[in-house]
């Protein structure tokens, strides 16, 4: 693995529905970044419980697995943030079976300001959803987590 490489494991102690791995019911998503290039990728196969209907993916799994491969985003930029805003283009069915290409990367910032755009994609690169995120950076001191 490359130097700028990085991965991204679910932390055993992070209640996250998509990405932690204190969670029962959680997705517990993997990803890695790339610290030079300012990407990051996950690959999946989501599974049957997530499914919406007739063995597809739920939109809102998909809108999850886009919003967890964007929030990633903010770690290279060593910041803590919130999803402030989040649009989803489904483009094509997603089977529960099929593995899916996920990517993320920065489009600009704007002071506290940060707008992310992901994609995810089918083995064959066709883009299956994109979705582009405004997200806000937080001082974390002032949010103290709620057991």
């Known amino acids: 693995m490359s130097a700028a490489i990085r991965p991204l494991p679910p932390q055993p102690t992070n209640p996250c529905f998509g990405c932690g791995g204190a969670n029962e019911y959680g997705m517990k998503l ?3 970044a790339n610290t030079e290039a300012r990407v990051v990728t996950g690959r999946f196969r989501i599974g049957a ?10 939109g809102g799994i998909i809108a999850t697995v ?5 929030g990633k985003l903010c ?12 649009t989803i283009e489904y483009l094509k069915p997603i089977r529960v079976d099929q593995e899916i290409h996920v990517e993320a990367s920065e489009s600009k910032r704007e002071g506290r300001q940060l707008y ?3 994609t995810i994609r089918n083995e064959a690169g066709d883009v299956l959803a994109r979705g582009r995120g405004r997200f806000v950076v937080i001082d974390p001191a002032r949010y103290v987590r709620q057991t």
């Open 116 to 118: 992310h755009q992901g």
């Open 49 to 58: 419980k997530f499914q919406g209907s007739n063995g597809f993916l739920h």
């Open 66 to 70: 886009l919003d967890e491969a964007m």
């Open 30 to 32: 993997a990803f890695e």
């Open 75 to 86: 770690k290279l930029s060593d910041v803590r943030a919130v999803t402030a805003e989040l």
